[in-house]
């Protein structure tokens, strides 16, 4: 964490501030992910679940108040919440509504009652809840989707948080510079329309051709400008 933070600080004094530094997770994924794991908690959704909807409401206030004092202790406003278990593949959009969105839903309100910014990435994929994810406070949240379809997400959410992603990590390590140049241009002509976008690959980078990341970077240069 030491290291983490003089090196953010280092690159905030050459002009270069992190996007995020504080980072929590959601009530459920915490469970999830460090408790009952990805198994356990699926099976709870059908076998205990009103033992594990009073678990995650137990657990969400301390990761608000992890969230909120982190951000502001750091001095960096942006609030990192990765969506792990909450993607169409690991449960119904009726289980998300009831188990997993109203601790997220309550968390990102808090995080903008702070003057804060939630900053999610989601994860997976959640074509089936866009408009479940659209009830939060409008131009105060950064949505990064990686596998969504993020033409639809901007078709549903577009007049109410900024657009981040999805260059996909697939293309990056297999496509041609054309085919980085083409996708970008769409991703602008398309997610940039009336503002409200931010180019990035789906998911952090592990493998990648070098000239794809050039080539993002310099095609948002020259063609990522409002005309």
């Given at each position: 964490?030491?290291?983490?933070?003089?090196?953010?600080?280092?690159?905030?004094?050459?002009?270069?501030?992190?996007?995020?530094?504080?980072?929590?997770?959601?009530?459920?994924?915490?469970?999830?992910?460090?408790?009952?794991?990805?198994?356990?908690?699926?099976?709870?959704?059908?076998?205990?679940?009103?033992?594990?909807?009073?678990?995650?409401?137990?657990?969400?206030?301390?990761?608000?108040?992890?969230?909120?004092?982190?951000?502001?202790?750091?001095?960096?406003?942006?609030?990192?919440?990765?969506?792990?278990?909450?993607?169409?593949?690991?449960?119904?959009?009726?289980?998300?509504?009831?188990?997993?969105?109203?601790?997220?839903?309550?968390?990102?309100?808090?995080?903008?009652?702070?003057?804060?910014?939630?900053?999610?990435?989601?994860?997976?994929?959640?074509?089936?809840?866009l408009e479940i994810i659209k009830d939060v406070p409008k131009g105060r949240c950064i949505y990064h989707f990686e596998g969504t379809d993020i033409f639809k997400a901007k078709r549903v959410l577009g007049d109410t948080v900024c657009l981040m992603g999805n260059v996909p990590n697939s293309l990056l390590a297999t496509g041609t510079v054309y085919d980085i140049q083409e996708y970008c241009k769409k991703l602008i002509d398309v997610c940039g329309a009336n503002g409200g976008f931010i180019m990035s690959s789906g998911a952090i980078i592990d493998e990648a051709r070098v000239e794809n990341v050039y080539a993002m970077m310099e095609i948002t240069r020259e063609y990522g400008k409002y005309r």
């Open positions: 964490t030491r290291v983490f933070s003089g090196f953010a600080n280092e690159l905030k004094t050459l002009g270069f501030p992190s996007i995020k530094e504080q980072t929590v997770f959601t009530a459920y994924d915490m469970i999830a992910d460090n408790l009952r794991g990805t198994k356990g908690a699926m099976m709870d959704l059908f076998r205990r679940p009103e033992k594990l909807k009073r678990a995650v409401e137990q657990i969400a206030p301390f990761i608000t108040s992890a969230a909120i004092n982190g951000a502001k202790a750091k001095g960096n406003p942006r609030v990192f919440i990765p969506l792990h278990k909450g993607t169409d593949n690991f449960m119904s959009p009726k289980q998300f509504k009831e188990f997993y969105w109203p601790t997220l839903q309550k968390l990102i309100f808090d995080i903008c009652d702070a003057d804060c910014t939630p900053y999610l990435l989601v994860e997976g994929v959640y074509d089936t809840r």
